[in-house]
């Protein structure tokens, strides 16, 4: 597995800008509000991998007991890793990476025995978050073109190697990564952990005055609904969701409806702090000494 990169040999004007930087694709994508649509179809792909699944039910508590919290921890994460400084990055890699070392168990349905940081199960979730993320962004207009699609897949192995896969392993193109899907299939199911994690997403806890007195739910529903809506056909298939009752021209046309309404809310509300700090930190030295 590979080690963690240090800090030793990156300039100031590298740590700066981070492992991404303003003018990647990655910047545009993770910005977008999009992104919350692609974030919920990526877990429940990733689900589907009965090994990569059982080891979030074991070993993840807070999935079951703190499922906000724990949502809000992976989404910092791949903020940070996105729009933070590349040491501020390295440290969120080396925490999740440190949450992962020697957790092991086996898998009831398969029989695997696996540990938590096996390179083939990182790569599973990285590949379920880049086709996610990447397909969902297609449909809302985000990425237009087959270039800038490979660009954003290119971008992401350095989020993959970081994490411990190595990197002749991972896709560097849209097609590579349709590829590795084609040959995963036979290795997929809905275990009862996955259907657990589908029913979460669909009808998740949430106090009383929550659901009576703030839009949460409907808001929620309707993240949910586009998530699952925007799975692909066989993913829906083994969660016994094959139509879910929309068509693909449908789907394309409601996750393009809501990134608009979304938009219109200002950019101050609806970008999270470490957006805006990146964009104030990359706008040029003065704003290193504003």
């Known amino acids: ?108 349905t398969t029989g695997r025995a696996y540990d938590v940081d096996d390179a083939d199960l990182l ?35 350095v989020a993959a190697t970081l994490i411990g896969v190595d990197e002749p392993d991972v896709a560097t193109t849209e097609a590579e990564l349709a590829a590795y899907f084609e040959r995963m299939l036979p290795h997929l199911a809905a275990t009862p952990p996955a259907r657990d994690a589908l029913r979460f997403v669909l009808l998740p806890p949430m106090p009383g005055w929550v659901q009576l007195f703030t839009p949460a739910r409907p808001a929620w529903g309707t993240l949910a609904s586009l998530g699952v809506a925007t799975l692909p056909r066989w993913a829906r298939r083994m969660y016994s969701l094959p139509g879910f009752g929309i068509t693909e021209p449908a789907t394309t046309a409601a996750v393009r409806a809501f990134r608009q309404t979304t938009l219109a809310v200002p950019a101050r509300v609806r970008e999270s702090p470490i957006v805006r700090a990146a964009r104030e930190r990359v706008a040029g030295p003065e704003s290193l000494t504003a």
């Open 1 to 108: 597995m590979n080690r963690t990169p240090s800090m030793r040999d990156v300039t100031p004007e590298q740590d700066r800008l981070g492992f991404f930087g303003p003018d990647s694709v990655t910047w545009r994508v993770h910005a977008d509000p999009a992104f919350s649509v692609g974030g919920i179809r990526a877990l429940l792909l990733q689900a589907l991998h009965p090994a990569a699944m059982d080891g979030v039910h074991r070993f993840s508590e807070g999935f079951r007991t703190e499922p906000w919290a724990r949502l809000t921890r992976t989404a910092e994460y791949v903020a940070t890793l996105t729009y933070g400084t590349r040491a501020d990055a390295l440290r969120q890699v080396r925490r999740v990476r440190g949450v992962h070392r020697g957790k092991s168990a086996v898998e009831e």
């Open 123 to 157: 790569l599973w979730v990285h590949n379920c978050e880049v086709d996610s993320l990447l397909s969902v962004a297609r449909r809302a207009g985000v990425v237009t073109s087959d270039a800038d699609a490979d660009r954003y897949v290119a971008e992401q192995v």
